[in-house]
């Protein structure tokens, strides 16, 4: 067992089946974030800050989804 060890990628910490990806985007500011919200009552986790083009591509990997089909809700 080494010191550094590489990390494989990281399993979804919410399972697709009862959560839906959204990006949710302020008006007035434009921040986006990438949040995943409950199916059955809508309550929404925020996972993490959308600063670059890249970080939507991780997001969208980790959830298995294509970054064009990801709703947005402002």
Request: proline letters at 9%.
């Given at each position: 067992?080494g ?48 600063r ?11 959830y ?11």
């Amino acid at each position: 067992m080494g010191l550094f060890q590489r990390k494989g990628p990281k399993p979804a910490p919410f399972p697709p089946e009862e959560y839906a990806p959204v990006i949710r985007s302020s008006i007035c500011t434009g921040e986006r974030t990438a949040c995943v919200r409950h199916r059955e009552t809508g309550k929404i986790h925020e996972v993490m800050l959308l600063r670059t083009a890249q970080d939507l591509a991780d997001f969208a990997k980790q959830y298995s989804v294509d970054p064009d089909t990801i709703e947005t809700i402002y």
